[in-house]
């Protein structure tokens, strides 16, 4: 009913920049916000950044000043600049959707199938 792909991933030097996307396809009603979650092995799941209603964004103090969300709804897809990268900053990246699928009551969320980060030193 609905598909997240992902692309932009990939290995980068320390300092340099990336951009995801995140398109959105399928039976949508509306979305309602989209975003980015990152896992590192042996690390928690953490949120990235959020673009919610109205194109409101909220970010991870750790990213904050060096990424940027946007999102164009014409497309239903979703883009994370990423600046200034750091180690620190490697992990897999998954984009989610908070949707609302025609005929059904209801937001669900729905997740990409991932791209991986890597940022070396």
């Known amino acids: 009913q609905v598909q997240l792909v992902e692309s932009g991933g990939g290995l980068v030097q320390a300092g340099g920049s990336l951009r995801l996307s995140c398109a959105a396809s399928?039976?949508?009603?509306?979305?309602?916000?989209m975003g980015w979650y990152r896992q590192a092995p042996g690390n928690q799941r953490e949120l990235v950044a959020v673009i919610t209603n109205g194109g409101s964004a909220n970010y991870a103090d750790s990213v904050k000043g060096r990424f940027t969300i946007s999102r164009d709804s014409a497309k239903k897809t979703a883009y994370l600049q990423m600046s200034s990268l750091k180690p620190e900053d490697t992990a897999a990246y998954y984009c989610h959707a908070d949707a609302l699928v025609r005929y059904w009551s209801g937001t669900k969320r729905y997740w990409g199938q991932g791209t991986q980060v890597t940022v070396s030193s």
């Open positions: 399928g039976s949508i009603s509306s979305i309602n916000a």
